[in-house]
């Protein structure tokens, strides 16, 4: 299921508040090469994968935010092995994006936002 134009948009602007905070623990992903594929799962119940860094009900926001890796989501078979080249050649580079993960009433999705 692909995200409609018009939802991508209103899940832009409520992730917004967080960029910085996904910025600077992007940059420290990537400075310590602790993975190569970061994802930011973002979900407004629990979620078992990543490591939580923002919590929806300490911040302003509608999102918790956990930080997980390519490497996660193999281990966990949230990505299954035969699906890794398709999602290598889809990932955007992390300089210029940030990979989410997004769990919704939609279901979940994988979405490119710009890091600025």
Partial sequence: MQISTE???VLQEELKV??????????????K?????PIFIAH??????GIPIINRYDVTGNWSINVSSLEEFLQ???ILSHKVKAF??????VEDFI????????GAQFVFMPRV
């Fill in 44 to 49: 407004q119940d629990s979620f078992e994968a």
């Fill in 7 to 9: 939802k991508f948009l």
């Fill in 88 to 93: 290598k050649s889809t990932y955007k580079p």
């Fill in 33 to 37: 090469g602790i993975t190569p594929y």
């Fill in 99 to 106: 990979c989410f993960f997004v769990l919704s009433e939609l």
């Fill in 76 to 78: 966990k078979k949230l």
């Fill in 18 to 31: 967080y960029r910085k905070a996904l910025n600077q623990a992007l940059d420290i992903i990537l400075e």
